[in-house]
Structures are given as C-alpha cells and as structure tokens.
C-alpha cells in the first residue's frame, strides 16, 4: 500500500530525468527537490557526500537543514530528485527502503525513545526484530528448496541457504552489543531502568548508541543538542566526537558552531532551501565569502 502511494505521488509530477551516479559517493542527491503546497523547502540540490566525511550542515531556522538530512533516508519524500546511497536509487519504488535504511542511523532532536520499554530493550528491539525476520526469511525459502528439489533430478538439487544463527543466538548477541554499546557510554547501569528516569543527555546518549547498534554506515544526526539543557550538551557531543575520531561517515545538523568548526570535515550552509556555501571548517568561519553567511555567523559566533 505505500509502495502505490509513493508511486501515485511521484506520478503526479514530472521528474528530472535521472542522472548517472558516482560510484565514489557514499550518498548523492541530484537535483533535490521538496515542497510543501506551494512552499519550496528544498530548492534543486545536488551534492555528494564520501565515506569518512563528517559534514555539518549549519543556517538559519527554516533553511531547509532537517528536511535536508530527512530526504536523505527517504524518511521525506523527494517532490523532485533522486537520492543515492551506496549505489541504490531509493527513491526507485523496486527498491527496499527499509533494507538500506538498516545502515543509515538517524538520531533525532526528541530521542524517540519508547517510554513502556526499558533502556535494554530500547536497544536490542531492532537488532532482534530485524535478525529474526531475517531467520524467518531464510527458512521460509529453504522450505521453498525443499520441495522444488523433490522434483528435480541428481546434480540439480540447489543447496539450502546457511542458517548460521537461532533465534536465541540472535537475541542473545544482540544483547551483548547492548551492553557493550552503554559500557562505552558509561550507563550500563541503566540498562533495566526506563527512559522517563533519565536526563536529556542520557537519554540522547542512548538513543546514539541505539542507532550504533545496528552497525550502520553512516550516522544522520538532526539537531542532537538543540532539546538539551546547556550542561548536557558536552556529554552528547563527546560521543558523537569519538564517533567522527573513529571514522564513522555521518551528516550533522547543528547549531553547535564551534563544534562544528572542531569536528567536520566539511560545513555546508543553507539559506532559503539552498546550499549557498561549502568547504572546510577554517575557510567558513575563517573567510565567509556569502554575505547571507557572514551575516550569520555575525550573530552566532
């Protein structure tokens, strides 16, 4: 059902022809295009982003920033565009979304923790449901090889696919990450108690390390900060540091300047759905050539 209103939705506008993509891009977007009504959020972007990169993605509310790093997983739908991760179109309605989405994390402002589970299974809910649909998946073909190879002749039989883990295994690793995953964060201790207990900084700290969970290949991070008290902010933002030290791809919406100055590999700044200006830190905040930038950072910095 929502394939066929994806697919009624994007009838319904004539799409820039697709272009092809490069190869040496972790993710790309060509010709990105978002509307809401007759309002223009995403104005023809097309930008490529490599594996290592640490992008902070930086202007003004109303930019265009969050629907920016939404589009990227598809969590909006492009009016317009194509979106390319790792060599698949997901905006290609043959493509499974929620497959590639596996290795795409996305941290959001509010947490979105589930509030009736404890921290434990906030973590482990993914990895498991994601490994079991997996095992079901498998069987369920094997079933299939089964029973087409009682009808096929010697030296014909196709082999069965290899099922190297059981339900209890599943669980029982993805508990193990859990747990691995809030020592490194210092709240292994938290582990049966519920996210309502918790400050904003943990709980951003957990919702991290939820992602993490899922050994995605790229973080997506929505304005992690911009829920936090003031004195929580540092504890987030040295976790999602370690992050970029370890050299995890990730793309971060922030209105951190200095730890984007600090951390990235690459700012871009957004004005009325544009990207108006890009490069390295110490040519953004060091030299602003866009006079809608210096007119920013004049009342950020």
Same mark, same amino acid.
């Given at each position: 059902? $929502?394939?066929?209103?994806?697919?009624?939705?994007?009838?319904?506008?004539?799409?820039?022809?697709?272009?092809?993509?490069? *190869?040496?891009?972790?993710?790309?977007?060509?010709?990105?295009?978002?509307?809401?009504?007759?309002?223009?959020?995403?104005?023809?972007?097309?930008?490529?982003?490599?594996?290592?990169?640490?992008?902070?993605?930086?202007?003004?509310?109303?930019?265009?920033?969050?629907?920016?790093?939404?589009?990227?997983?598809?969590?909006?739908?492009?009016?317009?565009?194509?979106?390319?991760?790792?060599?698949?179109?997901?905006?290609?309605?043959?493509?499974?979304?929620?497959?590639?989405?596996?290795?795409?994390?996305?941290?959001?402002?509010?947490?979105?923790?589930?509030?009736?589970?404890?921290?434990?299974?906030?973590?482990? /809910?993914?990895?498991?449901?994601?490994?079991?649909?997996?095992?079901?998946?498998?069987?369920?073909?094997?079933?299939?090889?089964?029973?087409?190879?009682?009808?096929?002749?010697?030296?014909?039989?196709?082999?069965?696919? *290899?099922?190297?883990?059981?339900?209890?295994?599943? $669980?029982?690793?993805?508990?193990?990450?859990?747990? !691995?995953?809030?020592?490194?964060?210092?709240?292994?201790? $938290?582990?049966?108690?519920?996210?309502?207990? /918790?400050?904003?900084?943990?709980?951003?700290?957990?919702?991290? =390390?939820?992602?993490?969970?899922?050994?995605?290949?790229?973080?997506?991070?929505?304005? *992690?900060?911009?829920?936090?008290?003031?004195?929580?902010?540092?504890?987030? /933002?040295? /976790?999602?540091?370690?992050?970029?030290?370890?050299?995890?791809?990730?793309?971060?919406?922030?209105?951190?300047?200095?730890?984007? !100055?600090? =951390?990235?590999?690459?700012?871009?700044?957004?004005?009325?759905?544009?990207?108006?200006?890009?490069?390295?830190?110490?040519?953004?905040?060091?030299?602003? $050539?866009?006079?809608?930038?210096?007119?920013?950072?004049?009342? =950020?910095?």
């Amino acid at each position: 059902m $929502k394939n066929a209103e994806k697919a009624s939705k994007f009838a319904k506008t004539e799409k820039t022809p697709v272009e092809p993509y490069d *190869p040496a891009a972790m993710l790309e977007v060509q010709h990105l295009t978002k509307k809401f009504g007759d309002l223009t959020v995403l104005d023809d972007i097309s930008e490529k982003i490599v594996q290592g990169e640490k992008v902070a993605v930086i202007g003004p509310s109303g930019s265009g920033k969050s629907t920016f790093l939404r589009c990227l997983n598809v969590l909006e739908d492009p009016t317009d565009g194509y979106v390319f991760f790792e060599g698949s179109n997901l905006c290609d309605l043959k493509v499974d979304i929620n497959l590639l989405r596996r290795r795409m994390g996305m941290v959001f402002q509010q947490f979105n923790l589930f509030n009736n589970m404890n921290v434990l299974k906030n973590i482990t /809910l993914a990895p498991v449901h994601v490994g079991l649909q997996d095992l079901r998946k498998a069987k369920t073909k094997n079933l299939f090889i089964r029973i087409a190879n009682l009808f096929r002749g010697e030296g014909k039989k196709k082999p069965l696919i *290899p099922i190297e883990k059981s339900a209890k295994e599943i $669980k029982e690793e993805a508990k193990e990450n859990a747990m !691995r995953l809030l020592e490194r964060i210092g709240l292994a201790d $938290k582990a049966n108690v519920y996210p309502s207990t /918790l400050s904003g900084g943990q709980r951003q700290r957990i919702a991290i =390390v939820r992602a993490l969970a899922m050994n995605p290949k790229v973080m997506l991070f929505d304005e *992690p900060t911009s829920a936090l008290d003031p004195e929580m902010v540092g504890e987030v /933002l040295e /976790l999602i540091k370690e992050l970029a030290d370890e050299g995890m791809t990730m793309i971060i919406v922030t209105h951190e300047m200095g730890f984007a !100055r600090e =951390v990235a590999t690459r700012v871009m700044f957004m004005d009325g759905g544009k990207i108006v200006e890009q490069g390295p830190p110490s040519e953004i905040f060091g030299n602003p $050539k866009n006079d809608r930038l210096k007119d920013f950072l004049s009342k =950020v910095l």
